[in-house]
């Protein structure tokens, strides 16, 4: 991951020969940066795929793709809510549809989120499945048989429900965050770990952290007591350090 959080968020999925970047945050050169740290050129990017309108997923996506040719993939409603457009290579899909990209089959599914036509992806290769799950307000029985038996889970713990209410944020903000179509809490996360298949899990990265209103140890424990262990593959996403690779096999 090149980041994870509110000020930025952008995840790289590579398998054989295909590399593909699920949203851009970022500006063009902390993006460039970024993906310079984690040894990646640009220009092997197949494709960017982009699960909603929001600045902090799709902020950087049409500079990064016009900079190094790279093909965008995005819902028809978070096309029509996308204020730049001037990509040479956009392609738009149903989240009820999957396809190919190279190597990786790719496997959309909608969430309960307040954009347009938000959807999440499950990535799979040679049996192996990464889910990926973040700014949804609740989870569904549909996320849940989506994300079941994956070998690695990137899981959205935005917030805790005590510190949003006691914190800063005016309470328009407090309510659309912890609202059914704003971010998980850390309770919401733990609940649907318990609700899935999590016997093949070799990762699970805890995502979305909010710097105001979450701290890493609250996050990893709700998810440690869901788990009802404390396993070394359980990790949290950064916003500025991102996340180092993490293979699966």
Known sequence: MLGSGSRGNATLIEAGGTRVLVDCGFNLGVAESRLQRLGIDPGSISAILVTHEHGDHLGGVARLARRHGIEVWMTPGTYAAWGDR????????????????????????????????????????????????????????????????????????NHDSTMLAAGPYPYSLKHRVGGGLGHLNNRQSAELLRGVDCTRLQHLVLTHLSETNNTPELALAAVREALQAAPDWLSCAHQDEGLAWRELA
């Open 86 to 157: 001037r990509v040479d290579a956009v392609r738009q899909f149903s989240p009820h549809t999957d396809w190919a990209i190279g190597e990786l089959q790719v496997q959309p599914y909608p969430v309960p989120h307040d954009a347009r036509e938000p959807c999440q992806y499950v990535f799979s290769y040679r049996g192996l499945r990464i889910g990926i799950l973040s700014d949804a307000g609740a989870v569904t029985p549909y996320m849940r048989l989506m994300l079941d038996r994956c070998d690695a889970l990137m899981l959205e713990c």
